[in-house]
């Protein structure tokens, strides 16, 4: 069935380091995902998206990496900043629907 | 632009009343999609609009219900409500227009408390 899931619930990273949250999906007909920051009492807020046609995507500090071989996906966030702690999500679409399927989530979490 | 605007921000009902929230999507944006998001289930898919019409649906029983008028602006009902509905009701809009799937941008949600 359609499912997204995450390795890792929690992240603890340092201030400066770089950050690579992971997302494993199952449906093989998946062909847009996309990463969302989500802070305490706010909506997700988009990160970075990328389309099965691509393996890899570059933002402001931010890099997606498709993998679809063994299905996955990743998020490397450059230079941990405090700012970037929150929850992220990653999640898919299947066949071009405007509906997404959201993964659980990962707590990032960056020390001083 | 201003971003997805949903109101109210908060909502407190009790069990078998109903409740209708508000969404307006950024400015020409034609797709409206809400969300469910709680702490056991997570992020899930309600439904979405796109001109006026239902175009996708996801596993929710029908007291759940919405529409979209013609300025794009959505409504989403749920009637007889039970305490399993307490959640943050979230509601995503896109500029699509019917082709490939588009960037959903989120508002702050509607933190809805049954009690």
């Known amino acids: 069935g359609e499912s997204v899931g995450l390795h890792l619930p929690t992240l603890s990273v340092q201030e400066g380091d770089n950050s690579i949250i992971n997302c494993a999906y199952s449906?093989?007909?998946?062909?847009?995902f996309i990463w969302y920051k989500q802070e305490s009492g706010k909506g997700p807020q988009f990160i970075i998206d990328i389309r099965s046609n691509m393996d890899k995507r570059q933002g402001q500090r931010v890099t997606v990496l498709l993998n679809k071989t063994v299905k996955h996906l990743s998020l490397q966030i450059a230079a941990t900043q405090p700012g970037d702690s929150a929850v992220y999500f990653c999640?898919?679409?299947?066949?071009?629907?405007?509906?997404?399927?959201f993964g659980q989530g990962t707590r990032l979490t960056i020390n001083p | 632009k201003a971003g997805v605007t949903q109101t109210p921000r908060y909502l407190i009902k009790t069990r078998g009343q109903q409740v209708t929230l508000s969404c307006s999507p950024i400015s020409g944006h034609r797709s409206v999609s809400w969300y469910q998001q709680t702490p056991g289930q997570g992020l899930q898919f309600l439904f979405e609009?796109?001109?006026?019409?239902?175009?996708n649906k996801g596993n929710f029983p029908g007291r759940f219900s919405g529409r979209q008028f013609s300025n794009s602006r959505s409504e989403m009902n749920v009637s007889t409500l039970e305490l399993g509905d307490s959640a943050l009701y979230l509601c995503?809009?896109?500029?699509?227009?019917?082709?490939?799937?588009?960037?959903?941008?989120f508002g702050p949600g509607t933190r809805l408390t049954v009690l």
């Open positions: 995503a809009s896109s500029q699509t227009t019917g082709g490939a799937v588009d960037t959903q941008y």
């Open positions: 609009y796109f001109s006026e019409t239902q175009r």
């Open positions: 449906n093989s007909a998946s062909d847009y």
């Open positions: 999640a898919e679409s299947i066949q071009g629907a405007q509906k997404l399927v």
